[in-house]
């Protein structure tokens, strides 16, 4: 077996992830969505662009990452050589080398153990991480004696040291496109430190991350080698004994995963309660322990199981949420005030605003308007759209003279980011505050009414989960904001006008499903 950084990883994101990578069914996964495609060209140019920015002079192995064996006795053999920069490298080490080093670091961090020291203290110590690294070897001794640790470092920098290659030893950089170092992106940073004491024989003095930036970050590796080391034991004991994970759904961190749609179906099967808006992984812990495993049992959940996880708000409102579901209808929350009505506006002429966005480029390419005249009884579309990035103040100019040109209609948008874009790009071409304030005063936010006062029978509270259960479709089977990005950024490349097309034909949906949710919204109240 092989315990790769991806999967470790992977695992730090998503336990049930890296089993299924390892021992699922292929033919279950999806095909890899081209969002993701994107960000790893994205982040290839990123590292490009640090090597280049910084002038680092490096050589590579001869043989791609995809030839792991070869590429790590290359990159074994530069170091030995004593190559001042390695990019493209692996490092590969087994079970028993990895048990070595990982108590190479005494009193003075970073120098060797005697190996009699070393072994006496993998059998005799009390320390828990031995106990567990040595239970793992005697339950699953078959499979772990073949265990093979694969790190992928962007980098290995040369620095003075003593080694097993000479005077000199390695260290880790990695080139991440995150703005910040993420918890994540530390824990494979100490992996890879050691990995490379393992086949150096010495640690490296630091384990380096840089980031969006081009910042530096030095990680702690004796804050966090611990806490790898314990991740490790887990992962190897999840994967070895077969411990499959419970089915999770988290809406964000699940959507660009190639197992959702096998997950999903799971949940879907098992009426999981992690399919229920309000329910995390820290309250759905807390409510299994309790018993509550059904949106049943969930409606009927009281306050006398209230403490620091679960407070009595939550409480009542994943209560009224289950009702909500069981009942397959929208209700009211307790509190809401019946005497305060939820403003929303009606008038002749009516204006559905929805943006397009690379964020990449921090560019806001499309800025779709869709005029309702009550009156006329008609519906026409506005796609104010960039087909280059400097096109983009153009179509701000022009979504100001059109807003202008009907200063009485309200501006109906789904979530906070209309309002955040039009603030930026006011500030970006000068626009004066005075006519940006008073255009946010025609703003009508309609997923804060409904998060605010009323419980829906859905899965998440997106503007494509609400308008489906109002009975909208969109007419791209499978579009969202990210592939229009993929579609933007192909437009950009190839001039593929079919992308436009179907971005535009996206946005005018969303202007549509934000309409159609504003009239059920009406409907709704007058019935109520």
């Known amino acids: 077996m092989i315990l790769t950084d991806e999967l470790l990883l992977n695992y730090k994101r998503c336990r049930r992830r890296t089993y299924l990578d390892v021992h699922g069914n292929l033919q279950q996964r999806d095909a890899e969505k081209?969002?993701?495609?994107?960000?790893?060209r994205e982040s290839q140019a990123h590292i490009k662009d640090v090597l280049l920015g910084q002038s680092i002079v490096y050589q590579r192995p001869s043989v791609s990452r995809r030839n792991w064996s070869l590429n790590a006795q290359q990159t074994k053999t530069m170091m030995q050589q004593g190559v001042d920069c390695i990019y493209g490298g692996m490092l590969a080490l087994n079970f028993a080398d990895w048990q070595l080093s990982s108590k190479l670091v005494n009193a003075e961090r970073g120098t060797l153990i005697n190996p009699e020291t070393l072994v006496s203290r993998l059998f005799n110590s009390d320390l828990e991480a031995n106990k567990e690294l040595q239970l793992i070897s005697n339950s699953t001794n078959a499979i772990v004696k073949d265990l093979t640790f694969l790190a992928s470092p962007?980098?290995?920098?040369?620095?003075?040291?003593?080694?097993?290659?000479?005077?000199?030893?390695y260290l880790p950089v990695n080139i991440k496109?995150?703005?910040?170092?993420?918890?994540?992106?530390?824990?494979?940073?100490?992996?890879?430190?050691?990995?490379?004491?393992?086949?150096?024989?010495v640690f490296p003095p630091q384990s380096q991350l840089i980031l969006r930036q081009h910042d530096s970050y030095c990680v702690n590796l004796e804050y966090w080698l611990p806490k790898m080391q314990a991740t490790i034991t887990d992962c190897i004991t999840m994967l070895t004994e077969l411990d499959e994970p419970e089915v999770f759904i988290s809406r964000q961190r699940c959507s660009l995963c190639h197992w959702y749609n096998h997950c999903y179906n799971t949940a879907k099967s098992q009426k999981h309660l992690s399919l229920i808006p309000g329910v995390t992984p820290k309250r759905y812990e807390y409510l299994t322990e309790q018993g509550i495993e059904t949106v049943e049992s969930l409606a009927e959940i009281n306050s006398s199981l209230v403490n620091e996880t679960i407070t009595e708000e939550i409480i009542n409102q994943l209560q009224e949420q289950a009702h909500?579901?069981?009942?397959?209808?929208?209700?009211?929350?307790?509190?809401?005030?019946s005497e305060d009505k939820l403003e929303i506006p009606t008038k002749a002429?009516?204006?559905?605003?929805?943006?397009?966005?690379?964020?990449?480029l921090n560019l806001d390419y499309l800025l779709g308007v869709l005029l309702v005249d009550r009156q006329a009884n008609t519906e026409v579309f506005y796609p104010l759209l960039a087909e280059k990035p400097e096109d983009e103040g153009v179509i701000w100019q022009?979504?100001?003279?059109?807003?202008?040109?009907?200063q009485d209609a309200p501006i109906f948008h789904f979530s906070e980011y209309e309002v955040d874009a039009i603030n930026r790009l006011a500030k970006l071409y000068g626009t004066p505050k005075t006519e940006i304030q008073a255009l946010l005063t025609r703003f009508v936010d309609l997923h804060q009414l409904v998060t605010k006062s009323i419980f829906l029978p859905v899965e998440s509270y997106s503007l494509k989960s609400l308008a489906n259960w109002i009975g909208f479709e969109?007419?791209?089977?499978?579009?969202?904001?990210d592939q229009c990005v993929c579609w933007y950024d192909r437009w950009l490349k190839t001039s593929d006008r079919d992308s436009l097309t179907s971005i535009l034909r996206y946005n005018e949906d969303d202007c549509r499903a934000t309409f159609h949710l504003k009239d059920w919204l009406v409907n709704f109240l007058l019935q109520s």
């Open 34 to 40: 081209e969002f993701l495609g994107k960000l790893r």
């Open 154 to 169: 962007t980098l290995l920098i040369k620095t003075a040291g003593n080694s097993n290659f000479g005077d000199w030893a």
């Open 177 to 201: 496109l995150g703005r910040r170092p993420k918890p994540e992106y530390k824990l494979i940073a100490a992996f890879h430190a050691q990995i490379l004491a393992g086949i150096q024989g």
């Open 324 to 337: 909500s579901i069981i009942k397959n209808q929208a209700i009211w929350k307790s509190t809401h005030n």
């Open 349 to 360: 002429i009516e204006l559905y605003f929805d943006i397009e966005a690379e964020p990449e």
């Open 398 to 406: 022009q979504f100001l003279n059109l807003v202008a040109s009907h």
């Open 474 to 481: 969109w007419r791209e089977q499978g579009a969202s904001g």
